[in-house]
């Protein structure tokens, strides 16, 4: 069974720095990987998918990819208030690649941004 | 919010009592699923579906029953609730490989 693993923190960044989510995944056949962010009392929301190697930016947000290493990183540049919330990473459970058997999520990580 | 609504919201119910939550999308699409989230365990999936009476288990099926009479209909059925399926249920649907979510029922068993 793939397992998907977060620091599940709190981790303290203060507003306006680089705030930096690690994640490992234990599949090395994964092929989606996806970050939520989820307010206390809301649904996940999603912030960005990535699929090859590498970087993908969308505005503030960086996915980053490592195969490799079995690694996806979240950088959140120009950190703000609203920011604060738990981010999840997933990864796809099946040989499908684009989720459509469902994701298998880490348990998050709590990121409170200080003013 | 990718058009599903969850039904309903939140629910106090027994144990040993039946529960059904109802997920209801209005987009069409074609897969469907039930995750639950609870405090240290993180998003797991349940069950899901892939077309009309298609569906299958996820990582945690036991004690869970769904159908799919209907495209914008995922119902999810507790045959006789434990106190241990106290928690958050997301609906889900996948668009463009990407899966969205509804906004959720809180269910109490007591």
């Known amino acids: 069974q793939k397992e998907v693993e977060q620091n599940s923190g709190p981790l303290s960044v203060p507003e306006g720095a680089i705030a930096s989510l690690n994640c490992t995944y234990s599949d090395r056949g994964s092929q989606s990987f996806f970050w939520y962010r989820q307010y206390s009392g809301k649904s996940p929301e999603l912030i960005m998918f990535i699929y090859s190697n590498g970087d993908k930016e969308d505005g503030r947000f960086t996915a980053q990819l490592n195969k490799a290493s079995q690694y996806v990183s979240l950088l959140i540049r120009d950190s703000q208030p609203s920011d604060s919330a738990t981010y999840l990473c997933?990864?796809?459970?099946?040989?499908?690649?684009?989720?459509?058997?469902?994701?298998?999520f880490g348990k998050g990580t709590h990121l409170i941004i200080q003013p | 919010d990718a058009g599903i609504t969850q039904s309903p919201r939140h629910k106090v119910t027994e144990t040993g009592t039946p529960v059904t939550l109802r997920c209801h999308q209005t987009e069409n699409h074609r897969y469907m699923y039930w995750y639950r989230q609870d405090p240290g365990h993180g998003l797991r999936l349940i069950h899901y579906?892939?077309?009309?009476?298609?569906?299958d288990k996820g990582e945690v099926s036991d004690g869970y029953s769904v159908s799919r009479s209907k495209t914008e209909d995922f119902l999810l059925t507790l045959e006789s609730a434990t106190s241990s399926q106290t928690s958050v249920y997301f609906c889900a649907i996948s668009f463009q490989g990407t899966q969205y979510f509804g906004p959720g029922t809180r269910l109490l068993v007591l």
């Open positions: 579906s892939y077309g009309v009476k298609d569906t």
């Open positions: 997933a990864v796809n459970r099946g040989g499908s690649g684009g989720g459509a058997d469902g994701l298998t």
